[in-house]
């Protein structure tokens, strides 16, 4: 660890509320934190006690920095992250967020050796706030470089180039190299259902406009031409801060660990590389239809899985039993597990017996699954940019999606079983299975990660220097 530098930076770290955001920007906290800097990590009360905890040596280095989120109307009680909410109630989660701004000027106001602000996409305001206060901003994506260029110029975000969903739907010509990369029709209908008065494009133009550095969860390794078109279309440094690979953090979520046993038992006793894992994150919430016609793909299959089948959010009048069809349980016992709630994820896809993620496209997932080698059966669901990273990962060819209706989004269970088999077994998906275990070496190294997080803080020192 060290300690000894001659330059300690107090910074302030100002994540969204999405669980995908909180854990990624605690990751950078602690990188810095060991390299001796101060960390005030803000965020409400509830997402601070789900995190989890600091190895001892740093806790002496990060503060977190509880604020209350305000009421709105629309927003339920209690409810404080995007996790617990469905995608139409996000919105107010969005409107409460903006109202921290009286709090978080009282702590900058009340600690002013602050002089750095790492934040999300969310907080528009804050550019008004850090020159009143002489704070220099750095946002920190945590999306793919693919996902940012998509998003444009400056000018293509503030100033609505692109109007109608169908504008997102074709590949922007500024992502100049071949590639794939454009949203679905249902997936840009879908997102807007989570877009506040505010867009998120003006949101993060907005703050890409008033940043000192924008950093992204990228590396040239991975993504040389996207990280190219960034530069370009931005004229400001863009910084890669590595993929974060959880290995480089330690075990994160002991909660749980006692199931993990029973389960090693269980893919113990399965053949090398013969189960998929099927996780759809912590937020997407299917139609319980959806959600049934997904699970007699996976029966129709006939290859051994796990399937982690998460509650709806607490808002929502259904549970985890309503979206696995009756019977099924039953039918796939002899080599089907199904889990309700949580399960240790990295855990699962670092066994030698899983062979590929059915997975809802999360980056994070992704950066799990690839940096132990595994490839992806992609099945984008949700908003945000999880079809971008199926595109992405599906020209990388370490993954192969799930046909879907280009309009509503519909699809079969014949179309997820075939996918499921060409991924897993079929002689076709040979390159792919290759593709995703050499990727591992980019995607799994500690090294690689360390080197551009320590790049990333010698900027910041620089910067405040």
């Not at 699970?295 to 808002?315: D, M, Q």
């Not at 855990?347 to 999360?362: D, E, N, P, W």
């Not at 060409?422 to 190294?445: C, F, P, T, W, Y």
Request: net charge negative; hydrophobic share 40%; with cysteine.
């Amino acid at each position: 660890m060290d300690f000894s530098i001659k330059n300690q930076l107090h910074i302030a770290v100002f994540p969204w509320l999405a669980y995908g955001h909180i854990v990624p920007f605690l990751r950078v906290s602690q990188f810095l934190a060991q390299k001796g800097h101060r960390i005030y990590y803000v965020s409400t009360p509830k997402n601070i006690t789900r995190l989890p905890a600091l190895p001892p040596n740093l806790r002496s280095n990060v503060s977190f920095i509880p604020l209350v989120l305000p009421q709105v109307d629309g927003l339920p009680p209690g409810v404080e992250s995007t996790s617990e909410l469905p995608i139409q109630k996000v919105p107010f989660l969005k409107k409460a967020y903006d109202k921290l701004e009286t709090q978080l000027v009282e702590f900058l106001k009340s600690s002013p050796q602050v002089k750095l602000i790492i934040h999300d996409f969310c907080p528009y305001w804050l550019p008004h706030v850090a020159t009143q206060l002489d704070i220099n901003l750095v946002y920190f994506s945590i999306l793919s470089a693919s996902t940012n260029a998509f998003f444009g110029s400056l000018s293509d975000m503030l100033g609505k180039t692109r109007r109608s969903p169908e504008d997102f739907t074709v590949v922007p010509v500024w992502m100049d190299y071949p590639n794939n990369i454009a949203f679905k029709l249902h997936e840009m209908v879908s997102h807007q259902e989570c877009e506040d008065t505010i867009s998120d494009s003006e949101r993060h133009g907005t703050l890409i406009l008033n940043c000192k550095i924008l950093a992204v969860r990228s590396c040239y390794e991975l993504e040389p031409e996207a990280l190219r078109v960034l530069n370009k279309i931005h004229q400001k440094p863009i910084v890669p801060l590595g993929l974060l690979p959880p290995s480089l953090f330690g075990t994160e979520d002991e909660v749980g660990d006692e199931n993990w046993e029973a389960l090693k038992k269980w893919l113990d006793s399965k053949q090398e590389k013969s189960v998929f894992y099927v996780a759809l994150g912590s937020e997407v919430c299917l139609s319980q239809e959806l959600m049934h016609e997904l699970a007699y793909g996976i029966e129709k299959s006939e290859l051994p899985f796990i399937w982690v089948v998460r509650n709806p959010p607490l808002v929502e009048e259904r549970s985890a039993e309503d979206m696995i069809p009756p019977g099924l349980e039953e039918r796939v016992s002899e080599r089907g597990l199904i889990l309700r709630g949580w399960a240790h994820q990295l855990k699962i896809l670092a066994h030698s017996s899983v062979g590929g993620f059915l997975t809802h496209c999360g980056w994070s997932s992704v950066i799990e699954s690839l940096g132990v080698g595994k490839p992806l059966i992609l099945f984008p669901v949700g908003s945000s940019d999880l079809g971008l990273v199926a595109r992405l990962m599906q020209w990388k060819k370490v993954g192969l999606e799930i046909e879907r209706d280009n309009v509503d989004g519909s699809f079969t269970n014949e179309l997820v079983a075939g996918s499921i088999k060409r991924v897993m077994v079929d002689q076709e998906g040979e390159q792919l299975r290759a593709n995703a275990h050499a990727m591992k070496e980019i995607v799994g190294s500690v090294e690689l990660s360390n080197k551009y997080l320590y790049e990333f803080t010698q900027l910041l020192e620089n910067l405040t220097g």
